[in-house]
């Protein structure tokens, strides 16, 4: 997995726009509210909803929040039904993309997508035309600022606790496990200490495209057009963009 820092890069810059508090917590709530549909209530029983309860807790989601989300999929409160879409294309300079939504009209989203990529040099291709490129892997990040330990003793621990790789960067311990395994190496971690910046089941680009300064502002155009679409709940992609060109256009 060597570079995938690169892609953090992006997260990075993600999170700090993602200070939007209303529209976050409204797609967290969906991502608690098909998993608790898909799995059942009881977060003990179903990992999928632990993990969407764990990022909701991570943004400093209320409680309330999290359990109105949980009730409305169980039945105990009425909801909108929404249905879960996976959209694949590809941006300026042919950066591979892929879009989760969460949605209850389908043909909306499908034309927002679609306007999004069309508007940014990009455009919307078949299921399966990109999703190749990309690992579903889980992700945990530790602040290096936030712990003593030392990359050896860290990556010890790592090893202990189940992860398949780690890397490491000037700022952070970047440890990726297999989905299946991600909550037990993720309580493992935990129960040692440690605190995560960012805790998440996500797609890990298996291979990057570069762009030059004009291309990544396109890009990022197009990411942040996608991202402020309220049926969209992620955005995944492959773009490797200079740090120096991220924080110009920052």
Avoid at 111 to 116: F, L
């Amino acid at each position: 997995m060597a570079g995938h820092s690169k892609w953090s890069n992006i997260k990075r810059r993600k999170g700090a726009q993602d200070a939007k508090r209303g529209k976050l917590f409204m797609k967290l709530a969906r991502e608690i509210f098909m998993a608790a549909r898909q799995g059942g209530g009881d977060p003990e029983m179903n990992p999928n909803l632990r993990l969407a309860v764990d990022k909701a807790k991570s943004n400093n989601m209320p409680n309330e929040n999290i359990d109105r989300a949980i009730k409305k999929a169980t039945g105990d409160l009425e909801g909108v039904n929404y249905e879960e879409y996976t959209y694949e294309g590809y941006g300026p300079g042919g950066v591979a993309v892929m879009v989760k939504v969460l949605t209850d009209n389908k043909n909306r989203t499908a034309a927002d997508v679609r306007h999004a990529f069309n508007k940014n040099d990009g455009n919307l291709g078949e299921n399966g035309c990109v999703s190749f490129m990309f690992d579903r892997k889980g992700y945990l990040v530790v602040d290096r600022g936030e712990t003593e330990v030392d990359e050896e003793e860290m990556m010890l621990e790592v090893i202990e606790a189940g992860a398949e790789e780690m890397e490491t960067t000037e700022d952070q311990f970047e440890i990726y496990a297999e989905p299946e395994t991600f909550s037990e190496v993720k309580a493992s971690l935990e129960k040692s200490g440690y605190s995560f910046v960012t805790s998440e089941v996500t797609m890990i680009p298996e291979t990057y495209t570069p762009l030059d300064e004009e291309g990544v502002e396109k890009m990022l155009k197009l990411i942040d057009m996608l991202e402020d679409n309220d049926d969209v709940q992620e955005v995944y992609h492959n773009l490797d963009a200079d740090e120096a060109i991220l924080e110009k256009l920052s």
